[in-house]
């Protein structure tokens, strides 16, 4: 096991030691990490065998940066190949454990067929009018919207749609929103998750638009932007039509909407997700300090999308973090991203609920020796 990072090490350790029978795969991935913190490559995710596996997932900080051990079923896996999900988790996978050549062969047969759907034309404009339905639908609740940092969140997932649907057109794929040509045309594996190689060509104005979107203050400004992202890609997505492509089935997509339950709220949950979430905001903090307005802006719309989940599952006040960005002056996202983690660790402390963190590797395996 030489050169593998002692994290890899653990859980490899952990699976042949407790669950041999049980893990088929533990996947890495490349592209996943932001000043050096190797999150995805130590390990990503693993894929069960059999439900026991499932007791392997676990969440944790180690010196600022979280890591999060899940399971991703072969049906998940299924959804990357069909573009329904991450395709990033297969194209840019590395196999570090495999219980069976079999299982190994069954996962690089799915990154296969997966690349072979970007190459599929019809494929690839059904999935595209897929995308423009969801941004549809966004765009009906966001005309209705007058709080800027919802609109703002809501303008992003759509451009994000928008996005993923000119890159499949480009037989490639993307998993943001794409503000710039930096990001379409960059091929560095590093950060993989913020660029978009091989996508050359897009709609009229596409990355002026997405500059607007950066740089407007205002929420009329935002809607107007995006009502000419909206269009652009849809006269781009409609002119590009296969001469057979079966898009019968294409239909409006409705984005699920996460509802409080009435049961006692269970505060172990926000943990998990602010061990998972503590990464991003790590990330936030690098990007505003460097002032990478592109990348901060992409982070904070996701963390304000997560916000407003928290606010409703767990019955919390709204937390407001889009408001405070600036990209003239990233330092005050950054001071508000800060004091929105601290009300959240506050809230945790408040229910007595301990955040599992540690302060290095080797005090994360001190404890678990």
């Not at 592209?31 to 596996?53: I, K, N, Q, Y």
């Not at 297969?90 to 570090?96: G, N, R, S």
């Not at 991203?337 to 809230?347: D, R, T």
């Amino acid at each position: 096991m030489k050169n593998i990072h002692p994290l890899t090490k653990w859980v490899i350790n952990k699976i042949e030691n407790e669950y041999k029978d049980d893990v088929a795969l533990l996947i890495g991935i490349k592209g996943h990490s932001t000043d050096g913190d190797c999150h995805g490559e130590c390990f990503d995710f693993f894929v069960p065998a059999t439900g026991r596996a499932n007791e392997l997932a676990e969440t944790f900080i180690i010196d600022g940066i979280g890591h999060d051990l899940y399971p991703r079923s072969w049906e998940r896996i299924e959804n990357s190949v069909n573009l329904n999900d991450m395709a990033l988790l297969l194209d840019q996978a590395t196999i570090l454990y495999a219980r069976s050549e079999e299982d190994a062969n069954r996962f690089e047969d799915c990154k296969n067929r997966m690349w072979q759907n970007l190459k599929n034309d019809s494929f690839v404009y059904k999935k595209a009018l897929e995308y423009m339905d969801k941004a549809l639908e966004i765009y009906r609740t966001m005309i209705f919207e007058e709080k800027l940092y919802r609109v703002r969140s809501e303008a992003d997932c759509i451009h994000e749609c928008l996005s993923k649907a000119v890159a499949f057109l480009n037989h490639t794929y993307t998993e943001s929103a794409i503000y710039s040509e930096n990001q379409a045309y960059n091929g560095e594996d590093e950060n993989r998750m913020y660029f978009c190689p091989q996508m050359k060509i897009v709609p009229d104005g596409f990355f002026a638009n997405a500059r607007k979107l950066l740089e407007a203050q205002n929420v009329d400004e935002i809607k107007e932007t995006v009502l000419n992202l909206l269009k652009t890609t849809r006269s781009f997505i409609l002119e590009r039509k296969p001469l057979v492509a079966n898009c019968d089935s294409a239909s409006d997509s409705i984005r699920d909407t996460a509802c409080a339950s009435d049961s006692k709220i269970n505060f172990q949950g926000l943990a998990d997700w602010y061990q998972e979430l503590s990464l991003t905001w790590r990330r936030l903090r690098y990007f505003c300090k460097n002032n990478m307005a592109e990348k901060a802006y992409i982070d904070a719309c996701y963390l304000q999308e997560e916000f407003l989940y928290i606010a409703q599952e767990y019955h919390i006040e709204e937390l407001n973090l889009l408001d405070s960005f600036d990209k003239e002056n990233l330092s005050l996202l950054a001071d508000r991203s800060n004091q929105l983690e601290k009300i959240i660790q506050g809230i945790l402390a408040e229910h007595q609920i301990k955040i599992n963190s540690y302060n290095s590797v080797e005090d994360f395996l001190s404890k678990r020796s």
